[in-house]
Antibody, heavy 132, light 107 residues
Framework: EVQLVESGGVLIKPGGSLRLSCAAS????????MSWVRQAPGKGLEWVGR??????????DYAAPVNGRFTVSRDDSKNTLYLQMNSLKTEDTAVYYC???????????????????????WGKGTTVTVSS | DIQMTQSPSTLSASVGDRVSITCRAS??????LAWYQQKPGEAPELLIY???SLESGVPSRFSGSGSGTEFTLTISSLQPDDFATYYC?????????FGQGTKLETK
């Protein structure tokens, strides 16, 4: 069974740093692209960032509100995804979900590969509260 | 960034009704659209990917359609378990963006 279990959520003061973890099992983690999605209290879903597999370059992309403050990383030897959160703000208060998904490769006109990746498995989430 | 707009924000319906939710993208996303269902206190669950492909294990009363900028999620005959909030999400380009959500409530 594919499973994602997040941990590390706490109450923390503005300006602080925090690292979330996501333990993965039931699939080949090293081949997977992984994402973080968050949901502020009573609000909708917001994509935070994604990391590709190492074989696909291990590169990351981020949403603008967290770019430069948050870092997504992975340890394939531990089947674990991380979200390092620095310079936390009150608006970062949310449930943070770890997700994995499937990707479709399409070749463009010049033969370049483009991947379209959707999120099909979600963890139960971990709560981060940023408050003084 | 691509903006995703869902309508309506709230939908009141009864068991057995056929309901539809619309999602519009601010620019073409081809068919790179997913639909999720979320119940209170739970993580979202994938219903539909690539605009119209039904995720394994999802009941066939759920269907998706559309391409380009306009998409629809349809539930053919509402069941009690379907009262929840639904989100569309584009995965055509980064940053991925979600619609604001549609809450499906009991009439």
């Amino acid at each position: 069974e594919v499973q994602l279990v997040e941990s590390g959520g706490v109450l923390i003061k503005p300006g602080g740093s925090l690292r979330l973890s996501c333990a993965a099992s039931g699939f080949t983690f090293s081949n997977a692209w992984m994402s973080w999605v968050r949901q502020a209290p009573g609000k909708g879903l917001e994509w935070v960032g994604r990391i590709k597999s190492e074989t696909d370059g291990g590169t990351t992309d981020y949403a603008a509100p967290v770019n430069g403050r948050f870092t997504v990383s992975r340890d394939d030897s531990k089947n674990t995804l991380y979200l390092q959160m620095n310079s936390l703000k009150t608006e970062d208060t949310a449930v943070y979900y770890c997700t994995t998904g499937q990707r479709t490769m399409v070749r463009g006109i010049l033969g370049l590969k483009h991947y379209y990746y959707y999120m099909d498995v979600w963890g139960k989430g971990t709560t981060v509260t940023v408050s003084s | 960034d691509i903006q995703m707009t869902q309508s309506p924000s709230t939908l009141s319906a009864s068991v057995g009704d056929r309901v539809s939710i619309t999602c519009r993208a601010s620019q073409s996303i081809s068919s790179w659209l997913a639909w999720y269902q979320q119940k209170p206190g739970e993580a979202p669950e994938l219903l539909i990917y690539k605009a119209s492909s039904l995720e394994s294990g999802v009941p066939s009363r759920f269907s998706g359609s559309g391409s380009g900028t306009e998409f629809t999620l349809t539930i053919s005959s509402l069941q009690p378990d379907d009262f929840a909030t639904y989100y569309c999400q584009q995965y055509n380009s980064y940053p991925y963006t979600f619609g604001q959500g549609t809450k499906l409530e009991t009439k």
